[in-house]
């Protein structure tokens, strides 16, 4: 039971931030610079093949791990600890009460029984780690525990993956943990930092799109779909002939031809609209709540021109774009340009390099 608390709860070295999802390997290493202000030290984006990590899986640990070789030497770090996180889908968490007071044997084993009752999978394939929330309202002699238990192979690919480009694997968070870690640092844009109010971060990705409501220091929703950045990509393979690896350099890159804004782009747009309101709908219809304040975009594909007021006007819901770097002091050697482009996708990296100050 040990080895996942380690991993999760461990006062750790400074780390890198390792993002590690279906199109490519996102580090981040940020630095205190004084005055509780961060300052982004170093990143780099590598691209990964298109089999290396399906499904949030590692299918090619050879792949994965050369890739992170390969990003790690672009950034030029001299840390070597990572923090890395396991998708929402292989963790369960759930909260239990128990007496206050036990033994931390005691609670061991309290965790263990109420584990066994509510995971899907046998205990020898999950790691099983906990943290007292604090005593339950009301009653001073129960607290909250909450108890998170997650597939062993998940973590353990992942780490195999860091170990094999020469990087120590020291801290594991949950993806969505790291989202809304990072969205703090996009949280004092909101008006009235959005205090009691309903805030959906919506992730769009190269195949997948994320949307996490955050209320106050709360994830109350998450949940994801298959749509992402991919579809395009087979639009310009079907229309422009090209193959999918062309078709990714050159939306990048331009070169499409002239029809490619109105053929490709405002029809994907105009789907992400539709796909985010009815994640949207979704999740009023089943929540108490009735309103979602703002909507904060992320993924490579917030950084496609148009896509905020596109957005924003199909669900009438104030949107803006993350860059979760607007107030940190940024290294000199770093292209602020390229930075702009790239920071709407590397918040959750970001989230991970967090895991240094906390
Ligand atoms: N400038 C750009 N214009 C258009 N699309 C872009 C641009 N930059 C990145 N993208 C797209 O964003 C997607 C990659 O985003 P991101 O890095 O967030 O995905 P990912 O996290 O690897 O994928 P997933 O979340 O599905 O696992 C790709 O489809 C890429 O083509
Ligand atoms: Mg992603």
Redesign the pocket.
């Known amino acids: 039971m040990r080895s996942l608390a380690e991993l999760f709860a461990l006062r750790s070295p400074p780390v890198i931030g390792l ?1 590690l ?3 490519s390997v996102k580090m981040v290493e940020l630095a205190p610079a004084g005055r509780g202000e961060l300052c982004l030290q170093s990143y780099a984006i590598e691209p990964l093949p298109r089999d290396a990590v399906v499904d949030a899986g590692i299918a090619n640990l050879d792949a994965t791990t050369e890739a992170i070789r390969r990003c790690y030497k672009r950034m030029g770090s001299r840390l070597k600890h990572v923090a890395m996180a396991v998708p929402g889908a292989a963790v369960i968490t759930r909260k239990i009460v128990c007496p206050a007071g036990l033994s931390d044997d005691e609670m061991e084993a309290t965790v263990e029984s109420e584990a066994i009752q509510y995971i899907p999978f046998a205990l020898e394939e999950v790691n099983l780690d906990f943290q007292v929330l604090g005593p339950v309202s009301d009653n001073a002699e129960l607290v909250e525990v909450l108890v998170a238990a997650s597939r062993r192979e998940k973590i353990e690919d992942r780490i195999a993956a860091a170990e094999g480009a020469g990087l120590i694997g020291l801290l594991m968070d949950v ?1 969505s943990h790291a989202l809304q870690t990072a969205f703090e640092l996009v949280r004092p844009r909101l008006p009235a930092q959005a205090r009691d109010q309903n805030v959906a971060v919506v ?1 769009i ?2 195949s ?1 799109t ?1 949307v996490t409501v955050i209320r106050g220091p709360e994830v109350v929703y998450a949940r994801e779909q298959a749509f992402g950045g991919n579809q395009v990509n087979i639009e310009i393979q079907r229309l422009y002939g090209l193959s999918l690896e062309e078709a990714e350099t050159a939306k990048k890159g331009g070169g499409l031809p002239g029809g490619y804004q109105a053929e490709v782009v405002e029809p994907f747009m105009q789907n992400a609209a539709i796909e985010i309101q009815r994640a949207l709908q979704f999740f009023l219809s089943s929540s108490e709540y009735n309103r979602i304040e703002h909507i904060v975009l992320c ?2 594909c917030a950084t496609i021109q148009g896509l905020e007021s596109v957005v924003a006007s199909r669900t009438r819901i104030a949107t803006l774009v993350a860059n979760p770097f607007a107030k940190m002091q940024v290294a000199a050697k770093i292209n602020l340009k390229r930075l702009m482009a790239d920071a709407p ?1 590397l918040i ?1 990296a970001c989230g991970l390099a967090m895991r240094s100050f906390d």
Do not use: L, V
Request: no cysteine; glycine share 22%; aromatic share 0%.
């Open positions: 993002d999802s279906a199109s993806e992730d990705g190269s997948m994320q993924g490579g996708a959750t």
